[in-house]
């Protein structure tokens, strides 16, 4: 199983961002992508099913955030737009099937002027 995410980088305060994750080696049937800031624990951002595309998100980034997927490609993506230096932090890509939880290495996400 591979998750391989990008997309991350420096952005300056209201600018947006749109990451991706690849899946490689199973099918998933769910999405997730969680972040962490340095001496914060891991938090959820937002999550999705593969199938029906129910989606959820944490209060902090709902209506900022969009979360989608492409099952063709077996990708999550996360929109985000007017970001805030408090989204600053690593973010996770997780996908979820019936074998297990699965992580990428995560991408860095930067909001500063």
């Known amino acids: 199983v591979q998750l391989v995410e990008s997309g991350g980088g420096l952005v300056q305060p209201g600018g947006s961002l749109r990451l991706s994750c690849a899946a490689s080696?199973?099918?998933?049937?769910?999405y997730g992508w969680y972040r962490q800031a340095p001496e914060k624990e891991r938090e959820l951002v937002a999550s999705?099913?593969?199938?029906?595309?129910?989606?959820d998100y944490a209060a902090s980034v709902k209506g900022r955030f969009t979360i989608s997927r492409d099952i063709a490609k077996n990708t999550v993506y996360l929109q985000m737009n007017s970001l805030k230096s408090e989204d600053t932090a690593m973010y996770y890509c997780?996908?979820?099937?019936?074998?297990?939880?699965?992580w990428g290495q995560g991408t860095q996400v930067t909001v500063s002027s």
């Open positions: 997780n996908a979820v099937n019936g074998r297990g939880s699965y």
């Open positions: 080696g199973f099918t998933f049937s769910r």
């Open positions: 999705i099913s593969v199938v029906g595309g129910a989606s």
